[in-house]
Nanobody, 125 residues
């Protein structure tokens, strides 16, 4: 019923910036907290950042704090991930996630009910 579509990924060089977008459709008003996860080849899915239903609270991975920031525009049914100072180790498929019950920006994947198909981010050395 709820669909999430990510966009904004691509191939960039180390030190560059990129902004990802996640558009909610189907039943966007039912969505509360939203988050970004990533998965690199051969690795487990990893939490990146999350944001509460009203955008007042955020949670970010220790490893990306200071470089990445999450935001949302509920009027546009869209969440964003601004990524700065990208490193080769940031290369991964980035997934948008959402839940419709709690509203808090949790860090674990099972908290989220809806997932996008992902957008590839590749950072060259």
């Amino acid at each position: 019923q709820v669909q999430l579509v990510e966009s904004g990924g691509g191939l960039v060089q180390a030190g560059d910036s990129l902004k990802l977008s996640c558009v909610v459709s189907g039943r966007p008003f039912s969505v509360k907290a939203m988050a970004w996860f990533r998965q690199a080849p051969g690795k487990e899915r990893e939490f990146v950042a999350a944001i509460s239903s009203n955008g007042a609270a955020t949670t970010s991975s220790t490893f990306v704090k200071g470089r990445f920031s999450i935001s949302r525009d509920n009027a546009k049914n869209t969440a964003y991930l601004q990524m700065n100072s990208l490193k080769p180790e940031d290369t991964a498929v980035y997934y948008c996630a959402a839940e419709s019950i709690r509203g808090e920006p949790a860090t674990y994947a099972t908290y989220y009910d809806y997932w996008g198909q992902g957008t590839q981010v590749t950072v060259s050395s």
